[in-house]
Structures are given as structure tokens and as C-alpha cells.
């Protein structure tokens, strides 16, 4: 397997589908004089290169529990595949290629990178006092459209922090069911999570609980970005993909819960992106 492989399987670069079209919908909202492919680009880079250093990060952070835990202990960083020092210098690299590129977008962009930064490189660290870091992670991850649409914008408005609201618990939501197949082994070394609270029935009600905040916080981002009605129908395509992630969802087979993590999460990502393009530009 070649180097750059190698770091792309450390990291899932491939989850980056789930970030990157709520970078572009915030960028897209965020247009007021038309498409602009030098802001799409340096869009498209600050994403991959931010999501890439927490990756890589949160791997460095959890290599001793992931060499302990038997769903883990054959990733990149356990296995020896990726040696510690390199994923240092890779995680190093990312963010010096971030905060170059929110340089060159604009003034804002490059002013509030530290405090992006600052989420993007802590959120592996709170699963070992606080429950809460399924919360953490889905504000760390609504960073996305966030800055999609400071690069476009130079600025920041009420919509775009609706919508940022509905990636933090989306993101929480399926966080904790993805964390259901982790619950007795973080419960066995003292790492925190709402399954290891809760136990499976409380963390199957509170991921549904977010869900249904999340969709909340999407209708009303929706309804004060002015969207046509069409995008009515995205949002009601959303509810549908989330229902059926939690009906895939099997505590005893992880199988289920990365079909659920994975597919309906990209679905709705690719779903969502769409909606706000027709809602913007169509009706």
C-alpha cells in the first residue's frame, strides 16, 4: 500500500462527503454577486486540510486506546503501518496549509481560524471527562458551513448559525449511535459517552432527540434564508433518511451502524446540498 494511501485510510478521507456539501451550502448562501471558483477552491482546500489535521489528531490522541480496543487495533497508527512521527508531521502540515488558505480567503476567515482551530484540535480529548463529546464534535464539525459562508461572505448572519445548529446535532445524533458498538470497552478504561451513561436504550432516545432538534434548527435555517418551497421537499426527504437510519441501527451488529454512519449520513449530506441550491436558485 503506498504512503499517501496509507494516510488517506488513517484519516477516512471518504468521510470528508459528509463535511464538505455543508461547506458549500454556507458558501453558496453566503454569494451576493454570483459564483466565485477562487473562493470554491480555497473553500474546497481549508475543508480537506482542517478535516485532515483533526483526523490525523484524534488518531495520535486515541492510539493507546485504539491498540487496546479490538475494533481499532488494526488502523494505520496501532498496526505500525503509519509511523507516530509521520502523522505528527502530517497533522503539523494540514494545519500550516489551513491557516495559509483562510489567509488568502479574507480578513474574517483568517481572524477566527484560531478558534476553529482550537475545536478542530481539542474535540479528541473530551471524551475522557465529559459525556457531552458527542455535542463538541457536532459544533466542531458545523465549523464547515460556517466558514463556507464567512469565505463568501466576509461575514456572519442569523440563517447560517440556524444551520450550523442542525449540523451540530445531526452530527451528535449519529455520533452517539455510532459510539453504541464502543460502549462496553469505553466503559472498561473510563472514557466518557452518552451510551456509557445512559446505557443503549437512553443513547438510542437522546440520538433521536437530537435528531429531531436538528430537523427543527434545518426548517427554521431554511425558513430564514428565504428558500423557495421546493426545498420543503429536501427537508422532507431528510426526515425520511433519518428515520431510516434509526431503524438500521442494531446495538449487536456493527454492520448496521456503519451502513447507518456511512450511507444515510452521506445521502443526507448530497440531499441537503441540493435543497439549498434549489431553494436559492429555483421557485
Not at 431554511?222 to 422532507?236: E, H, K, N, P, V
Request: charged share 15%.
Amino acid at each position: 500500500m503506498s504512503s499517501l494511501k496509507k494516510f488517506l485510510n488513517m484519516i477516512k478521507f471518504e468521510h470528508t462527503i459528509f463535511a464538505l456539501p455543508f461547506a458549500y451550502i454556507g458558501m453558496f448562501m453566503g454569494f451576493k454577486h454570483g459564483f466565485s471558483l477562487k473562493v470554491f477552491i480555497l473553500v474546497t482546500v481549508a475543508m480537506a486540510s482542517a478535516r485532515s489535521a483533526a483526523m490525523a489528531l484524534n488518531r495520535i490522541v486515541d492510539l493507546k486506546f485504539d491498540a487496546m480496543n479490538e475494533r481499532t487495533k488494526d488502523r494505520e497508527l496501532p498496526s505500525g503501518k503509519v509511523k507516530l512521527k509521520d502523522a505528527y508531521i502530517f497533522t503539523f502540515l494540514s494545519i500550516v496549509i489551513f491557516e495559509i488558505t483562510t489567509y488568502f480567503i479574507n480578513d474574517l476567515a483568517f481572524k477566527l481560524s484560531p478558534i476553529a482551530l482550537f475545536f478542530i484540535l481539542t474535540y479528541s480529548y473530551t471524551k475522557r471527562f465529559t459525556s457531552l463529546c458527542h455535542l463538541y464534535l457536532g459544533f466542531t464539525d458545523a465549523i464547515a458551513p460556517l466558514g463556507g459562508y464567512v469565505a463568501a461572505s466576509n461575514s456572519l448572519s442569523l440563517p447560517i448559525w440556524l444551520l450550523a445548529g442542525f449540523v451540530s446535532f445531526w452530527i451528535a445524533g449519529f455520533d452517539i449511535l455510532y459510539a453504541l458498538q464502543d460502549r462496553d470497552f469505553d466503559k472498561s478504561v473510563g472514557l466518557h459517552s452518552i451510551p456509557v451513561s445512559l446505557g443503549v436504550k437512553g443513547a438510542m432516545f437522546m440520538a433521536k432527540l437530537f435528531h429531531l432538534v436538528a430537523f427543527l434548527f434545518l426548517i427554521a435555517s431554511m425558513y430564514t434564508f428565504d428558500l423557495s418551497r421546493l426545498s420543503y421537499i429536501g427537508a422532507l426527504i431528510v426526515a425520511v433518511l433519518l428515520f431510516i437510519e434509526h431503524r438500521l441501527v442494531d446495538p449487536n451488529d456493527p454492520k448496521k451502524i456503519n451502513l447507518a454512519f456511512f450511507n444515510m449520513n452521506s445521502y443526507i449530506s448530497i440531499v441537503l446540498l441540493i435543497t439549498f441550491l434549489v431553494g436559492k436558485y429555483c421557485g
